[in-house]
């Protein structure tokens, strides 16, 4: 039967996104997770633009650093679920020398020894940020699911060992995150809701000995948040600026570039930590629930990459880095808005830096390679 000119035209019209949607198959791409983090980006390096002073400088920097982060994004999404797991053990173990390393030769910068410059400085701790999930999910990818007591010990140990020497640089939000991220795994594996609630039981102790082995700033950071206005120009400002900030952007905000708080510079760290209370102040609650909107739909494809995925050890990886993404977003505007402690937790893709932008989109690599790379089941 010949074709209609309105079905000629629609077929002409729609060519080019049919040929766009197979570019990116080719090139392992999942279509929606890209968009999703493009927007994310975008409304970041918007609101960035204001946050650092209107410096085009500072704003091609991060735009070269997002170009690098989205090039490796790509590079990763080639490397298929089966060379990813196969190299897992040998990349873990790398990192746990080179967080040794940091200890001993590591360089020191504000107070705290986390770098090590082979040519190019940078942090061990972030690339740990992938090793310990795919650690964990390639030890339980081929062993009962849900594991066992003993295989849970034994994948405790391994989330554990890098979590204590990151902790001991001292960084101890990073090195509660990437616990998190093991812990999320083992979750996922289906462990027990009693053993789940051990577990927790067990934790609060540890708190109390963990209470003892933080450093006096961070004890005050805790102190902090139960009452900030105990030290309102010392150990409680941030929050107390920041909170101010986002109070006064009420519904529609004050304006791009307009905020007063972050434009008079009353808000610290405006363009890293909080550059959240930034979002709040100029665009107001409309404009935090957009960031927050759409990174619920990053969230919500990657889970959806999860539960598509064929085999344990993609599903647990998958799942992990999806939720640890989530982890860190609440943990930044909790912290921002008052109701955690202060962290030092940037808000992913959106505060300035480099280093944790290029890991988070490795991770966003291997969920496209996850998606691209799986098995389809005959129908």
């Known amino acids: 039967m010949p074709l209609s000119d309105t079905q000629r035209f629609l077929a002409t019209k729609s060519a080019p996104l049919s040929d766009f949607a197979l570019l990116l198959r080719r090139l392992h791409v999942d279509g929606p997770l890209l968009v999703g983090l493009a927007l994310v980006c975008g409304l970041g390096l918007f609101v960035l633009y204001s946050a650092v002073g209107e410096s085009n400088r500072l704003l091609v920097n991060q735009a070269v650093r997002l ?14 679920p089966d060379f990813l797991r196969r190299w897992t ?16 030769v590591g360089e020191v910068g504000q107070g705290a020894r986390r770098w090590l410059d082979v040519g190019v400085r940078f942090q061990p701790s972030e690339a740990m940020k992938l090793g310990v999930p795919m650690m964990a999910a390639w030890f339980l990818h ?15 140990i391994m989330i ?13 939000g990073t090195a509660l995150l990437i616990a998190a991220s093991g812990i999320v795994v083992i ?20 708190a109390f000995g963990l209470w003892n082995l933080m450093q006096d700033y961070q004890k005050q950071r805790v102190l902090t ?31 791009w ?14 363009d890293t930590d909080f550059i959240f209370a930034v979002l709040g102040e100029e665009f107001g609650l ?94």
């Open 67 to 80: 170009g690098v982060a989205f090039a490796t994004m790509f590079i990763v999404a080639q490397l298929s």
């Open 89 to 104: 053990p040998l990349g873990y173990s790398v990192g746990l020398v080179l967080l040794v390393l940091v200890l001993s």
């Open 142 to 156: 081929d062993r009962q699911i849900p594991p066992r007591t003993g295989q849970i010990a034994l994948v405790a």
């Open 160 to 172: 554990v060992v890098p979590a204590v020497l990151i902790a001991m640089q001292p960084d101890l």
């Open 187 to 206: 979750v996922l594996a289906g462990m027990s809701f009693r053993l789940l609630a051990g577990l927790g039981i067990a934790a609060i102790p540890g």
């Open 225 to 255: 948040l139960l009452d900030p206005d105990s030290d309102p120009l010392g150990a409680g400002y941030n929050i107390i600026q920041s909170k101010i900030a986002i109070g006064s952007g009420g519904l529609f905000g004050k304006g």
């Open 257 to 270: 570039t307009n905020g007063s708080q972050a434009q008079l510079e009353f808000l610290p760290e405006r």
């Open 286 to 379: 409309l404009g935090a629930l957009t960031l927050l909107t759409l990174y619920m739909f990053v969230i919500g494809r990657g889970l959806y990459i999860a539960v598509q995925a064929h085999d344990t050890y993609s599903r647990l990886l998958a799942g992990s880095i999806s939720l640890t993404f989530m982890v860190y977003v609440f943990v930044n505007t909790a912290m921002v808005t008052g109701l955690v402690p202060v962290v030092g937790i940037p808000l992913p893709l959106v505060s300035f830096g480099g280093t944790s932008m290029v890991t988070l989109m490795a991770g966003f690599g291997i969920l496209m390679s996850i998606h691209s790379h799986r098995k389809l089941l005959p129908h």
